[in-house]
T-cell receptor
């Protein structure tokens, strides 16, 4: 069964450091997303990406965040200068098919701990 | 403000019983709703979805009911099993809201043997 894969599963970093979280979406999918979940809280939308550009982003996704699809398979989330409050589980998701509907497939997540 | 929220943070059921997890939403423009299951340490897993032009949809052991009049969504799990223990989230996609999903807070379902 096709799946979304994410690396690393857990990253510990110092405040102010840059972090790159990597995702390999399902191969024939066209829509890509990053969500985050602070421990014990709900899943929050960060950004959506389609046709090599950002479709939509939330207020959380400020200038410290960026996304990139550097090749035909990877989708990355970069945090330029991490803050303590960036500590969370970050989920990548992908979707094929019709816009605004369709099953969103999530990866297992990358846990980011900022010290 | 606009929100998607859950009534109960924790639901305990006996194995074999039916479970009902509820969700309220406030945006009448929402047109697509999804239930996700999240096991500890894992990503959300799609369970079932429903469009706003429907009021009921059934899957394998699961049924989603949508009441647009009171802006209420429920997930029914038949013959609950230990493997159903997880946090369940409802999520919505709003008409004109682009591709993002707005998740509710989550309900912890505990299945007792």
């Amino acid at each position: 069964e096709p799946e979304v894969t994410q690396t690393p599963s857990h990253q510990v970093t110092q405040m102010g450091q840059e972090v790159i979280l990597r995702c390999v979406p399902i191969s024939n999918h066209l829509y890509f997303y990053w969500y985050r979940q602070i421990l014990g809280q709900k899943v929050e939308f960060l950004v959506s990406f389609y046709n090599n550009e950002i479709s939509e982003k939330s207020e959380i996704f400020d200038d410290q965040f960026s996304v990139e699809r550097p090749d035909g398979s990877n989708f990355t989330l970069k945090i330029r200068s991490t803050k303590l409050e960036d500590s969370a589980m970050y989920f990548c998701a992908s979707r094929g098919g019709q816009r605004n509907t369709g099953e969103l497939f999530f990866g297992e997540g990358s846990r980011l701990t900022v010290l | 403000g606009e929100s998607v929220g859950l009534h109960l943070p924790t639901l305990s059921v006996q194995e074999g019983d039916n479970s009902i997890i509820n969700c309220a939403y406030s945006n009448s423009a929402s047109d697509y709703f999804i239930w996700y299951k999240q096991e500890s340490g894992k990503g959300p897993q799609f369970i079932i979805d429903i469009r706003s032009n429907m009021d009921k949809r059934q899957g394998q052991r699961v049924t989603v009911l949508l009441n647009k009049t009171v802006k209420h969504l429920s997930l029914q799990i038949a013959a609950t099993q230990p493997g159903d223990s997880a946090v369940y989230f409802c999520a919505e996609n709003r008409a004109g809201g682009g591709n993002k999903l707005t998740f509710g807070t989550g309900t912890q379902l505990k299945v007792e043997l």
